[in-house]
Nanobody, 122 residues
Framework: QVQLAESGGGLVQPGGSLRLSCVAS????????MGWYRQAPGKQRELVAV???????NYADSVKGRFTISRDNAKNTVSLEMNSLKPEDTAVYYC????????????????WGQGIQVTVSS
């Protein structure tokens, strides 16, 4: 099995910063893309940022210039540095691993973390 464990969420004031981290564990051979999604109350889950194993990055327009995604392929970790946080960034953030290839199972599939709360409020 593969598990994604998130950490680093919490409460921060507007304009502040937080760093989210996610580690994927299990019988992992490779992961094509790792990223972060978020879901605010009453809204659909949306992509925040994603990075491929080759280093290509994609960001939601709403976070460009404020958030930075980074990844360590060897450690199967992905981090999200969030700066200049706004109240509208408040959401549950989910780590996502796409096209995960395992040693013990053929083919690939995606996995989700349990989610971590980020609240931006004064």
């Amino acid at each position: 099995q593969v598990q994604l464990a998130e950490s680093g969420g919490g409460l921060v004031q507007p304009g502040g910063s937080l760093r989210l981290s996610c580690v994927a564990s299990g019988s992992i051979f490779s992961i094509y893309a790792m990223g972060w999604y978020r879901q605010a109350p009453g809204k659909q889950r949306e992509l925040v940022a994603v990075v491929t194993s080759g280093g290509s990055r994609n960001y939601a327009d709403s976070v460009k210039g404020r958030f930075t995604i980074s990844r360590d392929n060897a450690k199967n970790t992905v981090s999200l540095e969030m700066n200049s946080l706004k109240p509208e960034d408040t959401a549950v953030y989910y780590c996502h691993a796409d096209r995960v290839r395992r040693f013990d199972v053929s083919g690939t599939r995606a996995y989700w973390g349990q989610g971590i709360q980020v609240t931006v409020s004064s």
